[in-house]
Nanobody
């Protein structure tokens, strides 16, 4: 069983930066692939970025490539999403997801609001 807690969201001007954190409880977190997803008002949840269990492989949505960086610190049971050059379209609730085989866990989300 994992519990995921996101933090680091907030209100930021376009062009600014934020770093989101996803902190996990549970000794097996380092064996999970972890992804970030976001959901804007009135829209479906969409994939943002993901990192493999080791951190060796990362994946990004085209819309955030070259602006966002996902990383993980397994000894700290934490995954980060560094967001730069933020745009109003990046506004939404950001969710952390941990997945391994049939196990799938979600956090409660953290709000990111980008104003122009």
């Amino acid at each position: 069983q994992l519990q995921l807690v996101e933090s680091g969201g907030g209100l930021v001007q376009a062009g600014g930066s934020l770093r989101l954190s996803c902190a996990a409880s549970g000794r097996t977190f380092s064996s999970y692939a972890v992804g970030w997803f976001r959901q804007a008002p009135g829209k479906e949840r969409e994939f943002v970025a993901a990192v493999s269990w080791s951190g060796a492989n990362t994946y990004y949505a085209d819309s955030v490539k070259d602006r966002f960086t996902i990383s993980r610190d397994n000894p700290k049971n934490t995954v980060y999403l560094q967001m730069a050059s933020l745009k109003p379209d990046d506004t939404g609730v950001y969710y952390c997801n941990a997945k391994r085989m049939s196990r799938d866990y979600w956090g409660q989300g953290t709000q990111v609001t980008v104003f122009s």
